[in-house]
């Protein structure tokens, strides 16, 4: 569900990030957010085999998400016992509290987990969870168009990592996603904040705007370049038409365009 509040940029404010980001690594998950609008989950979950270069187009068909891990073994206890201990009591003495990390010894007698402890399930080999793939909700599954001039953009990018791939070898964690980690692993949510934050202190945009405010952006931009509604519905992916309608109301753009119209009409 969309957020009640929305805060889109005006478009010198999206240009200037854009500017700013171009340079950067992965500098083009905000082009395709700023131009198309994707959700963060969307484009961070982005992947090259859904990406149509010479056709120009994006299948948006899936989302990432971060599921908590569970254990998979029959005995989660049993499992772990070994790799999750007790700290040490304080007057340990092979405790070596001058490097500042946290000691873990075995004394004779210690216990290790209690029997029901199960807090060890990412060490499990038979874990489950971790990154997932999901469908979208709703009408969210759709394609878009690229823009023109995004599309050499991506071209560079996907050389660029593939570069990056070829140099971490079988470090490399192939999830087969547009925008990783220099091993290839999906970028974090919080990360993912964490740099459009930078972009718009290095933009000098003085908003305290989200993520998804570059979503709220993009439909505002679409509209008020005369895109029809029902377009940018589908771009979007929202499931009802008053969603999108709701950005309608937002912009002064279209208000002194319709102004300058009509004066036009009666006036010349």
């Known amino acids: ?5 929305i805060e889109p940029l005006g478009a010198d404010e999206a240009r200037d990030i854009l500017a700013v980001a171009q340079d950067r690594r992965n500098g083009t998950r905000w082009s395709v957010a700023l131009a198309l609008g994707l959700r963060q989950c969307e484009a961070l979950g ?15 068909f899936w989302q990432i998400k971060h599921q908590r891990y569970r254990h998979g073994c029959k005995d989660p206890h049993a499992c772990g016992e070994r790799l999750h201990r007790y700290p040490c009591p304080k007057d340990c003495p092979k405790a070596r509290r001058t490097s500042g990390r946290k ?41 878009v168009m690229i823009p023109p001039p995004l599309i050499p ?7 660029a990592q593939q570069a990056e791939r070829q140099a971490a070898g079988e470090a490399w964690q192939d999830y087969g996603l547009v925008w990783c980690h220099t091993d290839g692993r999906p970028i974090d949510a919080g990360q993912d904040w964490d740099e459009w934050k930078e972009l718009l202190r290095l933009a000098d945009v003085d908003k305290d ?27 979007l992916g929202h499931s009802q038409l008053t969603t999108t309608k709701r950005y309608t109301h937002i912009t002064a753009t279209l208000s002194n365009e319709a102004a300058a119209r009509m004066g036009r009409a009666l006036w010349g």
């Open 1 to 5: 569900m969309e957020e009640v509040e």
């Open 46 to 60: 982005l992947r090259w085999k859904y990406v149509d270069l010479k056709r120009g187009t994006i299948r948006v």
């Open 103 to 143: 000691h873990v010894c075995i004394k004779e007698g210690q216990k290790f987990c209690a029997p029901d402890c199960t807090k060890h399930a990412p060490s499990c080999p038979e874990r489950v969870g971790g990154w997932t793939f999901v469908k979208p909700k709703g009408k969210s599954k759709r394609t």
């Open 153 to 159: 953009l991506l071209k560079q990018h996907q050389e």
């Open 209 to 235: 705007a989200r993520v998804h405010d570059a979503r709220h952006t993009a439909a505002t931009l679409l509209i008020e370049q005369g895109v029809d509604i029902s377009v940018v519905q589908g771009i």
